[in-house]
C-alpha cells in the first residue's frame, strides 16, 4: 500500500484570499494540514498577498512550517498562441525560497494589484517581460488543467510544450518544477503524465506530485462557479470554462485529497511524491520576523528626543515648574515607551500633527491614545488625561509587547495633503496604505446567490 513520504505536502494551495475564486480560510487549511499529518504548507493565492500574514500565523500556532507563494494568471507566451486560448490565462505558482523570494513576490502582487487598469490586468494578466523582472528567491511550479504546459500538451502540441518548459526553466533555473497531477496518473491521461516527465528530463527541473486545492470538502466544489458568477455579475450557468479553476473540466481534482488515495495515485511513480517534497524543502523562511522597522529619523538618540519634546509640551500643558506627580506620570510614561523602543512611533506621528494642524488641516486622534500624557505633551492629543483619570496602562501595558495603536483622522477633503508630507518627509519607498478586506454577510450572501441563480428582486427581498 502506498503512502506519502514523511515531508511531502502540496504545493498549490488556494485559500478564500483568491477573492471569488477559493473557499476555504487559511487557519481551516492550516488545520487539515495538521490533521493530516504535515509538516509544512504551501499558499499560493491567485495574484496576491492577502491571506499570507494569518495563514503563517495559524502554521506556526500548529507548528507547521508555512511556504508562501502566489498563483500567477500569464499571459501565454507570444511565439505560441495556444488554439483554445480565447479570454484564458495560463497559472503559475510561484514558491518564495526565504526574503528575496518574499520581496519579489510583493512586487508582483502590486504590480497586478495597483494597475490603474485593472480590466485590461485582469484580462491580460502578467507579460513574460514582468515575470522576469522579478524572479529573484522563487521556485515556480507549473501544473494543473490550466496551465500553458498542460494545454499544449492536452492540444497536442508537444512543440510548443517544449518551448514553454525551456521559458521557464530560463527564468527559473533549476528550482523550475513541473506538476503531475493525479488525474494525470490513470487512462489514456497518463501519455500526458509521461510526456510531463519526460520534459522535466530533458531540460533537469524536477516533476512532482502537485494537485490544485481550492477547496477543503467535496460539496464546496458548486461554490467555485458560484463564486464566478458573482465576480463576473453573470447568471451561473453564464459562466464561461475559462473562468474555472478547473477550465471546465469536473473530472480535474480541485478537492483536497484523501491522504492514502492520492498516494495510491503514485504507486507507479514514487519519486513524484518525493520531489515534492524536496521542492517544499527548498522554501525556507519568507515572512518578515514582524519586528517593527521605524524610519530614521536623523537623531543621535530617539529616546532623548522624545524626552526633551515631551517636557516642552509639559510645559506648555501645566505650567513650569508642573505638578509632581504629573512630571512622575510622564517620566514613567516615557521609560515605557523607550523600554520597548516605541520612541520613533511617537515622534513620527507627531511631526505629522503638527504638520496637519499648522497647515490648517483639521486633524483628531480616537481610542486609548488619549490616555497618554506623553501624547497629550508632544500634541498628538487634545484630552488631558490627567484631568479625566484616564490610565496609561490602557493605552500602553508593560506586560504587552504590541506596538501601541494610534489612530489618526484627517480632514478628508485634504487627506492627500497630509500623505503627500509622510511621502516626501520619511521616503516613497517606506509608506504604504492599509488595505481592508469586506465579506460578504449573510444578507448580502443570500442576495448575490440569488442574483447568480436567476432569482426575482421580489424572492431575494422576500428570503
Same mark, same amino acid.
Given at each position: 500500500?502506498?503512502?506519502?513520504?514523511?515531508?511531502?505536502?502540496?504545493?498549490?494551495?488556494?485559500?478564500?484570499?483568491?477573492?471569488?475564486?477559493?473557499?476555504?480560510?487559511?487557519?481551516?487549511?492550516?488545520?487539515?494540514?495538521?490533521?493530516?499529518?504535515?509538516?509544512?504548507?504551501?499558499?499560493?493565492?491567485?495574484?496576491?498577498?492577502?491571506?499570507?500574514?494569518?495563514?503563517?500565523?495559524?502554521?506556526?500556532?500548529?507548528?507547521?512550517?508555512?511556504?508562501?507563494?502566489?498563483?500567477?494568471?500569464?499571459?501565454?507566451?507570444?511565439?505560441?498562441?495556444?488554439?483554445?486560448?480565447?479570454?484564458?490565462?495560463?497559472?503559475?505558482?510561484?514558491?518564495?525560497?526565504?526574503?528575496?523570494?518574499?520581496?519579489?513576490?510583493?512586487?508582483?502582487?502590486?504590480?497586478?494589484?495597483? %494597475?490603474?487598469?485593472?480590466?485590461?490586468?485582469?484580462?491580460? !494578466?502578467?507579460?513574460?517581460?514582468?515575470?522576469?523582472?522579478?524572479?529573484?528567491?522563487?521556485?515556480?511550479?507549473?501544473?494543473?488543467?490550466?496551465?500553458?504546459?498542460?494545454?499544449?500538451?492536452?492540444?497536442?502540441?508537444?512543440?510548443?510544450?517544449?518551448?514553454?518548459?525551456?521559458?521557464?526553466? !530560463?527564468?527559473?533555473?533549476?528550482?523550475?518544477?513541473?506538476?503531475?497531477?493525479?488525474?494525470?496518473?490513470?487512462?489514456?491521461?497518463?501519455?500526458?503524465?509521461?510526456?510531463?516527465?519526460?520534459?522535466?528530463?530533458?531540460?533537469?527541473?524536477?516533476?512532482?506530485?502537485?494537485?490544485?486545492?481550492?477547496?477543503?470538502?467535496?460539496?464546496?466544489?458548486?461554490?467555485?462557479?458560484?463564486?464566478?458568477?458573482?465576480? %463576473?455579475?453573470?447568471?451561473?450557468?453564464?459562466?464561461?470554462?475559462?473562468?474555472?479553476?478547473?477550465?471546465?473540466?469536473?473530472?480535474?481534482?480541485?478537492?483536497?485529497?484523501?491522504?492514502?488515495?492520492?498516494?495510491?495515485?503514485? =504507486?507507479?511513480?514514487?519519486?513524484?511524491?518525493?520531489?515534492?517534497?524536496?521542492?517544499?524543502?527548498?522554501?525556507?523562511?519568507?515572512?518578515?520576523?514582524?519586528?517593527?522597522?521605524?524610519?530614521?529619523?536623523?537623531?543621535?538618540?530617539?529616546?532623548?528626543?522624545?524626552?526633551?519634546?515631551?517636557?516642552?509640551?509639559?510645559?506648555?500643558?501645566?505650567?513650569?515648574?508642573?505638578?509632581?506627580?504629573?512630571?512622575?506620570?510622564?517620566?514613567?510614561?516615557?521609560?515605557?515607551?523607550?523600554?520597548?523602543?516605541?520612541?520613533?512611533?511617537?515622534?513620527?506621528? =507627531?511631526?505629522?500633527?503638527?504638520?496637519?494642524?499648522?497647515? !490648517?488641516?483639521?486633524?483628531?486622534?480616537?481610542?486609548?491614545?488619549?490616555?497618554?500624557?506623553? =501624547?497629550?505633551?508632544?500634541?498628538?492629543?487634545?484630552?488631558?488625561?490627567?484631568?479625566?483619570?484616564?490610565?496609561?496602562?490602557?493605552?500602553?501595558?508593560?506586560?504587552?509587547?504590541?506596538?501601541?495603536?494610534?489612530?489618526?483622522?484627517?480632514?478628508?477633503?485634504?487627506?492627500?495633503?497630509?500623505? %503627500?508630507?509622510?511621502?516626501?518627509?520619511?521616503?516613497?519607498?517606506?509608506?504604504?496604505?492599509?488595505?481592508?478586506?469586506?465579506?460578504?454577510?449573510?444578507?448580502? =450572501?443570500?442576495?448575490?446567490?440569488?442574483?447568480?441563480?436567476?432569482?426575482?428582486?421580489?424572492?431575494?427581498?422576500?428570503?
Amino acid at each position: 500500500m502506498s503512502t506519502l513520504p514523511a515531508d511531502f505536502t502540496h504545493l498549490h494551495v488556494h485559500s478564500h484570499y483568491t477573492l471569488l475564486g477559493g473557499a476555504p480560510a487559511p487557519e481551516a487549511l492550516v488545520e487539515r494540514a495538521r490533521a493530516d499529518g504535515l509538516t509544512s504548507l504551501a499558499l499560493a493565492d491567485g495574484n496576491a498577498l492577502f491571506g499570507v500574514v494569518a495563514f503563517a500565523r495559524a502554521c506556526r500556532a500548529a507548528n507547521i512550517r508555512p511556504i508562501i507563494g502566489l498563483t500567477a494568471a500569464v499571459a501565454p507566451p507570444p511565439e505560441d498562441m495556444p488554439p483554445d486560448h480565447g479570454a484564458a490565462l495560463g497559472r503559475l505558482v510561484l514558491l518564495a525560497t526565504g526574503p528575496a523570494g518574499y520581496r519579489s513576490l510583493c512586487r508582483l502582487a502590486s504590480l497586478y494589484q495597483t %494597475d490603474p487598469d485593472r480590466e485590461r490586468r485582469a484580462r491580460h !494578466g502578467f507579460r513574460w517581460d514582468e515575470l522576469r523582472e522579478h524572479t529573484a528567491g522563487l521556485i515556480a511550479v507549473s501544473g494543473g488543467r490550466t496551465c500553458w504546459l498542460e494545454r499544449y500538451l492536452r492540444a497536442g502540441q508537444p512543440g510548443a510544450a517544449s518551448r514553454y518548459v525551456a521559458r521557464l526553466g !530560463g527564468l527559473y533555473g533549476e528550482g523550475c518544477t513541473l506538476a503531475v497531477g493525479p488525474d494525470l496518473m490513470i487512462g489514456e491521461l497518463r501519455a500526458i503524465a509521461d510526456e510531463i516527465i519526460a520534459l522535466a528530463t530533458r531540460f533537469g527541473l524536477h516533476a512532482a506530485a502537485v494537485q490544485p486545492i481550492f477547496c477543503l470538502e467535496p460539496e464546496e466544489r458548486p461554490l467555485l462557479r458560484l463564486l464566478a458568477a458573482i465576480d %463576473d455579475n453573470c447568471p451561473i450557468d453564464a459562466v464561461e470554462s475559462a473562468r474555472l479553476p478547473d477550465g471546465g473540466d469536473e473530472a480535474t481534482p480541485l478537492v483536497w485529497p484523501d491522504r492514502a488515495a492520492f498516494a495510491g495515485a503514485y =504507486a507507479a511513480r514514487p519519486e513524484l511524491l518525493a520531489a515534492a517534497g524536496q521542492v517544499a524543502a527548498l522554501c525556507g523562511e519568507a515572512l518578515p520576523d514582524g519586528r517593527p522597522l521605524w524610519p530614521s529619523l536623523d537623531l543621535a538618540s530617539p529616546a532623548d528626543a522624545l524626552r526633551q519634546q515631551a517636557a516642552a509640551g509639559l510645559a506648555q500643558r501645566y505650567g513650569d515648574p508642573a505638578p509632581p506627580d504629573v512630571v512622575a506620570r510622564l517620566a514613567h510614561e516615557t521609560a515605557v515607551i523607550t523600554q520597548f523602543g516605541f520612541a520613533p512611533l511617537f515622534l513620527v506621528v =507627531a511631526d505629522v500633527v503638527r504638520f496637519a494642524r499648522a497647515s !490648517g488641516i483639521p486633524a483628531g486622534t480616537r481610542g486609548s491614545v488619549a490616555n497618554s500624557l506623553a =501624547a497629550y505633551c508632544l500634541g498628538i492629543t487634545t484630552v488631558d488625561p490627567v484631568a479625566h483619570d484616564l490610565l496609561f496602562e490602557r493605552f500602553l501595558n508593560p506586560a504587552r509587547r504590541r506596538p501601541p495603536d494610534i489612530d489618526l483622522d484627517f480632514c478628508s477633503r485634504r487627506r492627500d495633503e497630509v500623505l %503627500d508630507y509622510v511621502r516626501r518627509t520619511y521616503g516613497m519607498e517606506r509608506v504604504a496604505l492599509v488595505s481592508t478586506m469586506n465579506t460578504l454577510q449573510p444578507r448580502s =450572501a443570500v442576495r448575490e446567490t440569488g442574483k447568480a441563480y436567476g432569482l426575482s428582486n421580489e424572492t431575494i427581498n422576500a428570503l
